[in-house]
């Protein structure tokens, strides 16, 4: 069974698949705290998790941790809170994929100078021989990123 867990603004639909979170709960706790730090800020939206984060060693568990509150730090930075953003984590047994979604505040069209704070991620990221892309796409700002771990330390 994989295991997933949705944090959201509707508390129908906050919920955990499977409640043993094991070793990677300073991970999902990260996760829940910046999804919650958002919506204090007005923003709407979710962080979704699936697949078995709890499966990564501490250092991958550290990267993804600071890459993820980089994200999260750029949605409340640019993003419109009116609009929804979403960030899915999804691990698999030799990576993590990282997709965002989210749209820019109104007045601030171009996505020019927004990738100088991810520049040390897409630099490991790549180092790693994993994917990177961060493009505009219908309006919309949309970073992808497939991390390499390493589940034998």
Same mark, same amino acid.
């Given at each position: 069974m994989t295991e997933w867990c949705?944090?959201?603004?509707?508390?129908?639909?906050?919920?955990t698949a499977r409640g043993d979170w094991g070793r990677d709960i300073g991970l999902a706790i990260r996760l829940a705290s910046g999804g919650a730090r958002l919506r204090r800020m007005g923003c =709407?939206? $979710?962080?979704?998790?699936?697949?078995?984060i709890d499966a990564l060693n501490n250092?991958?568990?550290?990267f993804v941790a600071d890459f993820l509150r980089e994200l999260l730090?750029?949605?409340?930075?640019?993003?419109?809170p009116t609009q929804r953003y979403e960030v899915l984590v999804s691990a698999a047994?030799?990576?993590?994929t990282i997709d =965002?979604? $989210?749209?820019?505040?109104q007045g601030d069209t171009t996505f020019e100078g927004r990738h100088s704070g991810?520049?040390?991620y897409r630099e490991r990221v790549l180092h790693a021989h994993g994917d990177w892309d961060v493009r505009e796409k219908c309006g919309q700002w949309v970073p992808h990123a497939s991390v390499p771990v390493d589940n034998a330390g």
């Open positions: 949705v944090w959201s603004q509707n508390p129908l639909i906050q919920k =709407v939206g $979710d962080v979704i998790v699936a697949g078995g250092s991958d568990t550290v730090g750029n949605i409340a930075r640019y993003a419109d047994q030799d990576h993590v =965002v979604t $989210d749209r820019p505040r991810l520049a040390y």
